[in-house]
């Protein structure tokens, strides 16, 4: 994808967009799963509480990942000059230097030794896909992933196109990013931990409480004010509205890929692959959106109230299991101590 960008057509861009895709599928299906026999080995090894393991692992992954905005951002800002067009080249090669150290890393990887590991069987992981998907848990951590990825597309699309651009001006949407980037990345380990320490449903209702916050304050200058009020009072309510952003995302996906990981341990490239199925219905419909020529307003409802759908679906989640959202892992906790 990053070399179609050198010399763009339409046919390269399209070809290389669906190679992009397929492919992120699967590495995204294959983190997950990874992540969950790590954590699962190293509970196993330490003798330590398997969903606190999960929720460390995915805290310190996203963490990390956040980084990689700050670093496109600081790169981006640094190389690229719009008066001079070889600075795009420029910016091609290093991204894609940085692929592929990011690929030779990746095949450095060791291979999780565990014991129940079942051999991988095409037509048996789709199944295993799709038989998931009817799993009543799935179902009711739909609706917040599908969330997640609409949340995403609005914030790299309609955030910086028609909130940072409008009000700060173009060049300072990269700086806005890093601001969230950084906010996210030092989050998603804290709340791993606090999720552990406090309760998962305490960190839901803090990643509730800081994207209502964000939407309802935006919302309000579009309905009684003008997007221009906000730079009238200080060029940092933007900044501050990206970090309280950043701040739920950690949340979000740190939640999600703990939940994910905690309920199907034993079917975990099947989870996430729902787990980006999911997510990429929500990017879908932002692009649909755009297509559409749906104003800002309608989005930020559309998030308003897909968020609000969520919530409920995981106060249904919490009244049907046993001992609620708070005891997750404990049966797989105990199936390790009769193991051990």
């Not at 109230?305 to 679906?313: D, G, I, Q």
Request: charged share 15%.
């Amino acid at each position: 994808f990053i070399s179609s960008t050198l010399k763009p057509t339409w046919n390269s861009l399209i070809l290389s967009s669906l190679l992009l895709g397929f492919g992120s599928s699967l590495l995204w299906a294959a983190e997950g799963s990874y992540l969950t026999k790590l954590a699962t080995q190293y509970a196993r090894a330490n003798n330590k509480p398997i969903k606190s393991c999960m929720g460390y692992f995915n805290g310190i992954f996203f963490g990390i990942f956040n980084l990689s905005i700050i670093v496109g951002n600081i790169v981006e800002s640094s190389v690229y000059d719009s008066k001079d067009p070889r600075s795009i080249y420029q910016l091609c090669f290093i991204y894609l230097g940085l692929a592929t150290i990011g690929n030779l890393l990746f095949l450095m990887l060791d291979q999780p030794d565990l014991e129940d590991s079942q051999p991988f069987v095409l037509t048996t992981k789709i199944l295993q896909t799709f038989h998931v998907m009817k799993d009543r848990r799935m179902l009711f951590i739909i609706p917040i992933i599908f969330y997640t990825g609409f949340d995403q597309g609005f914030l790299f699309g309609d955030f910086t196109k028609e909130i940072i651009a409008p009000v700060l001006g173009a060049e300072s949407i990269g700086f806005v990013l890093c601001v969230y980037a950084a906010v996210s990345a030092c989050s998603s380990p804290i709340m791993g931990q606090a999720a552990d320490r406090y309760g998962k449903k305490f960190v839901i209702i803090l990643g509730f409480g800081a994207h209502y916050a964000v939407f309802l304050i935006l919302l309000g200058f579009l309905n009684w004010n003008s997007l221009q009020d906000l730079k009238s009072y200080s060029r940092f309510y933007i900044y501050a509205l990206a970090g309280i952003y950043g701040f739920g995302d950690a949340i979000w996906m740190t939640l999600i890929n703990t939940l994910i990981s905690v309920f199907f341990t034993d079917k975990s490239e099947a989870a996430f692959s729902n787990l980006k199925i999911w997510q990429s219905c929500g990017f879908f419909f932002v692009f649909w959106f755009g297509a559409l020529d749906m104003s800002l307003n309608a989005k930020i409802l559309f998030n308003v109230v897909t968020l609000l759908v969520s919530s409920l679906f995981l106060y249904a989640l919490d009244r049907n299991i046993p001992g609620g959202i708070d005891s997750l892992g404990d049966d797989v906790e105990r199936d390790i101590e009769k193991a051990n």
